[in-house]
């Protein structure tokens, strides 16, 4: 485990440099917006902030201001904002995989975890709401409550598809732009917001944000199929075990034809959590799913690095253009 | 059945009469500010506006916009903006009723619909935000998020205090304030800001809603011990199936003194949902506490009739205090 974990905490390490000051300041930040007056909430917030984690949200909010003109008091209030509905979206979704893991009926343990997750998460969201609304910040209002709306939709389209096995490439980029891609790309929006009235910055953030985005979820994707075992997160093969079509097998079956199509999206309907999915992953490599999937990932990180052109040369700049390398070369 | 169902139904249609065409209106847009482009989520949605319900929350924006100076549109879109805040709620609330219901392993079926109704409920939420951040009604959406903050703490409070079964009437109050009163003060409140600058107009409406809210659940926390069979909700006795430490056990536990209620305490930390619980109601009735629970909704609702006086007699004021006079006497 040592080298890959090192490896990646040292590359957010370099992203992170230019605002690691910046960075300690949000946390500060963070940490009072998490208070409450409910003791079961103070105890829930707390092991989040425990937790840590990258911190890539907060990062790419004070990246882009940097980039844009200066960080400045409305650009910590954004970050905490994004970090405040992303950790909301976190606790969401542990009410599926809490389900998912029980065995036998579910305790009333079980249940009010779930019923506490669904609370805290709508305490977490309207705490970043409120604190865009206090402050007046209704530009960032305006594509938060956006963004909340694309993620969820994201999410049961997917829902949807994951049931009916019917995704093609077009609907496979309307999910993952919704569901993944559109926090980034308000993150980068809010930093842009924040620091610049240059309306060619602001859009150019944007749809950074957006390629960003696209890019480091087809990646994820990808990892899910590279590899004999996985160092971090899911197994291997974990998203054709939950039914879940992703970009290498769309690609894979559009090489493979319609009748050998048909055959491996029967075997799917049938998988269960136990059964061993080699075959599809095998079926997916040998069909050039993979290699075109990373094609169009570092596509996107092409585009995405094109737009910062439009931005000065600085150690910001470098920073993003860096992370975006990074996020389709990684290798977990 | 028939009888009190009919009851109710022509107990609600003289409270809204005033505002039947705007409800008429609001019920078009509401239905409208429904639409998307997930097929899964038009589904759920179609299923919402099915079953229609009393639209309670609605009609108490329109009937104090009616009272404060008038209906307009914004009237409607704080309206739409409730609704779908209430709605979200009762879809979160969903996630813990199905786990609930479930026998054995959790089914694939029931951790995608409790998947569904946490993404469900946070795009309806972020709908109705979306609603009033593009029509810029900013005081809304000051008071909206505020309530979204308090109705996941007082349900949060409320589950803290279920386990450690340590509540008090103070504590009760703060509860119910927060998981019930603030949606139906926020109703009042918007209907008012609506329709009127008269900062004495807003601040009665806003009062007004918070003291129906109270002793609303007051009643409804009063009926889950009366009666032998409920005709409509959860069965008898089903908050003390749940942990649940209301009103009239409280006060029943303070009439009783210190060593009866410790023993009370002690049974229901040992109950199950299979129990009979009839001592215990039993404890509560003997010990006056449906009576002295009773006397402090209808004090409470005196005191909300009070508030009204500062506003013109009409047939929006008498409908209020209608109203009023309904929730507290309601027979289920």
């Known amino acids: 485990m040592g080298n890959k974990e090192t490896l990646n905490i040292s590359i957010m390490d370099k992203v992170l440099a230019p605002v690691k000051n910046d960075l300690a300041e949000f946390n500060r930040h963070f940490k009072v917006s998490m208070k409450s007056h409910v003791r079961l909430l103070d105890i829930a917030t707390s092991f989040i902030l425990k937790q840590k984690g990258k911190k890539i949200r ?15 008091p409305r650009t910590h209030r954004g970050a905490v904002m994004v970090e405040l509905l992303h950790t909301a979206t976190l606790v969401h979704d542990d009410v599926v995989d809490q389900a998912d893991k029980r065995r036998g ?4 343990n079980a249940i009010w975890k779930n019923k506490a997750s669904v609370l805290i998460g ?14 007046k910040d ?52 809010i930093g842009a917001l924040s620091a610049t009235e240059n309306q060619d910055f602001r859009n150019n953030a944007k749809r950074f944000g957006s390629l960003l985005g696209l890019s480091f979820q087809i990646k994820d994707d990808i990892l899910d199929y590279e590899g004999t075992t996985k160092l971090f997160g899911k197994p291997i093969g974990g998203d054709i075990k939950e039914k879940k079509i992703t970009l290498p097998l769309i690609y894979a079956m559009q090489n493979a034809g ?20 080699d075959s599809i992953i095998q079926f997916v490599k040998s069909n050039n799913g993979l290699k075109m999937a990373q094609e169009k990932a570092v596509e996107l990180a092409s585009q995405a690095k094109e737009l910062l052109k439009i931005f000065p040369s600085s150690e910001y700049r470098e920073s993003l253009e860096y992370l975006v390398d990074f996020v389709v070369s990684r290798k977990s």
Chains 1, 2 share one sequence.
């Open 58 to 72: 907060p990062t790419l909010v004070l990246l882009t201001a940097s980039l844009c003109g200066g960080i400045n």
């Open 105 to 108: 009926f579910p305790s009333i």
């Open 122 to 135: 709508d305490y977490l969201l309207s705490k970043g709401l409120m604190l865009s609304v206090s402050s």
């Open 138 to 189: 209704y530009d960032f209002l305006e594509t938060i409550t956006d963004t909340v709306k694309r993620m969820s939709e994201g999410e049961l389209l997917q829902l949807e598809k994951t049931r009916k096995l019917d995704i093609d490439e077009e609907t496979y980029f309307k999910v993952i732009s919704d569901k993944t891609a559109s926090l980034i790309e308000t993150c980068c929006y």
């Open 258 to 277: 319609a009748a050998e199509s048909k055959k491996i999206i029967k075997q799917i309907k049938g998988i269960s959590q136990k059964d061993n999915v």
